[in-house]
């Protein structure tokens, strides 16, 4: 409750620039959380060992085989693989290139609302900063009220700084913790493509082309 107490007062002496600054701090605390629940969803879906197992299928050139594996499974790296073999006709490759960016695209989504509020935040305090010396100059020259109004001003311009930079300190490691994930994802789906296509390649060497397989319809 004293912890309380102290927010909630220093957050009146900030003034009206704390509201927005606030408002920046609800929408990145969302945002964090949201990333937080995706890649944790991500995560609980990977099955290694389903994983070797398509691999080992596709490199042996049983591809039927192969879409067992994948065909029901919700880990991200089979999805890809299932992309490829439904379209074995046309073109897997880029199927599965297509699946891996809207992957990526999904694994960085509303990011640049954390990357916003890393710029905005310390703009924000700084406007705060500027309205508070600015209503200090109106008191000065006037005695009684100089000292208490002159200062109070500054301790507003210095709170709501303080808070700018705050939330742009707090927000920047899980910016920077989610864009280097997204970054060795995109590694991680390029080498996954990459070893598919190498298997592929092994199988039909030993005349197994996976543009003979259909995929059955569901």
């Not at 591809?63 to 089979?78: I, T």
Request: aromatic share 8%; proline share 3%; charged share 15%.
């Amino acid at each position: 409750m004293i912890l309380a107490n102290v927010v909630v007062e220093y957050f009146i002496k900030g003034g009206p620039i704390m509201w927005p600054i606030l408002v920046l701090l609800f929408m990145a605390v969302c945002v964090i959380a949201d990333r937080v629940i995706w890649w944790t969803r991500f995560h609980r879906a990977h099955q290694a060992e389903l994983q070797e197992q398509a691999r080992e299928a596709l490199g042996r050139g049983e591809f039927d085989q192969a879409w067992g594996v994948v065909a029901q499974q919700a880990d991200p790296y089979l999805e890809n693989l299932r992309d490829g073999l439904s379209h074995s006709t046309t073109s897997p490759l880029a199927a599965m290139q297509l699946h891996a960016s809207n992957l990526l695209e999904k694994s960085e989504s509303r990011l640049w609302v954390l990357s916003t509020v890393i710029t905005l935040g310390p703009l924000m305090g700084l406007l705060g900063t500027v309205v508070g010396i600015m209503d200090s100059f109106n008191f000065v020259g006037n005695d009684q009220l100089a000292v208490t109004k002159v200062s109070g001003g500054i301790a507003e311009a210095l709170i709501a700084t303080a808070a700018g930079l705050c939330i742009a300190i707090l927000c920047l490691i899980p910016f920077n913790f989610f864009r280097k994930k997204t970054s060795l994802l995109r590694g991680k789906l390029e080498h996954w493509i990459n070893h598919c296509e190498l298997l592929a390649g092994n199988a039909k060497a030993h005349g197994h082309d996976w543009s003979d397989f259909r995929a059955p319809k569901s």
